[in-house]
């Protein structure tokens, strides 16, 4: 199934085909870290974004749209006088545990390739003057589903949960990084990337028996 399938035949929240739908293991997450997700509209079409999924599990998260002319920005994404931060990896960065003190805190995370999420941190208004933060050295990145153009680079959730980690405790991260893992892993079977007994969770006998998958083998 490409992406230039009907809609129809995808969930609405997770975007994989309805017999691989994710939503059944989606969190529900009340966290003390306010998280504004600031997506590229080219990114939130995209079946393998993550970020909005990531917003989905957490309490109060927003998302707002970047370059979708139907859908303008508001005038100011953050409250006066909002304690913020901008999660990227500029040279200025300050480790994010630095504001792991039990303020209240607002993170924005930009969503998109790598290019996309520099213009948004450069040119959305508000943004650009809000201290930067990076995350403590961590394990690759699992997300497997695009070709990463930059050493140490993460999926938008895979990020958003280690900055939790770091604000709040690892133990927030656990049921993010779990769906994450069924998510890509459902992603790369329906490829024909994966065999059945290597996706996490395992692969819904309605996947199997629906032919979701085509023609393809379903072990390797």
């Not at 017999?19 to 998280?35: D, I, K, M, N, Y």
């Not at 050295?137 to 770091?166: F, N």
Request: aromatic share 4%; hydrophobic share 45%.
């Amino acid at each position: 199934m490409s992406r230039r399938d009907n809609a129809e035949l995808r969930c609405g929240v997770c975007r994989l085909p309805r017999p691989l739908c994710v939503c059944s293991s989606l969190p529900s997450l009340a966290v003390c870290t306010r998280v504004l997700v600031v997506v590229h509209r080219e990114e939130e079409r995209k079946p393998t974004n993550t970020g909005l999924l990531a917003a989905r599990c957490l309490r109060g998260a927003r998302v707002a749209v970047v370059g979708d002319r139907a859908r303008p920005l508001p005038a100011r994404l953050l409250e006066e006088g909002e304690r913020a931060v901008l999660l990227f990896p500029a040279d200025d960065a300050l480790p994010i545990a630095r504001y792991a003190d039990g303020a209240p805190l607002t993170l924005v995370v930009p969503d998109g390739n790598w290019r996309q999420a520099a213009r948004i941190a450069r040119r959305v208004p508000g943004l650009a003057t809000l201290p930067r933060v990076a995350l403590p050295p961590g394990p690759p990145t699992r997300y497997r589903l695009r070709a990463e153009p930059r050493e140490g680079g993460l999926a938008t959730l895979e990020a958003i949960a280690r900055a939790l980690a770091a604000l709040e405790g690892e133990e927030v991260a656990v049921p993010l990084l779990e769906l994450f893992a069924r998510f890509v892993d459902r992603t790369l079977w329906l490829r024909g990337a994966l065999p059945d007994a290597e996706v996490t969770g395992g692969v819904p006998a309605e996947a199997i028996a629906s032919g979701v998958r085509g023609h393809r083998p379903r072990s390797s």
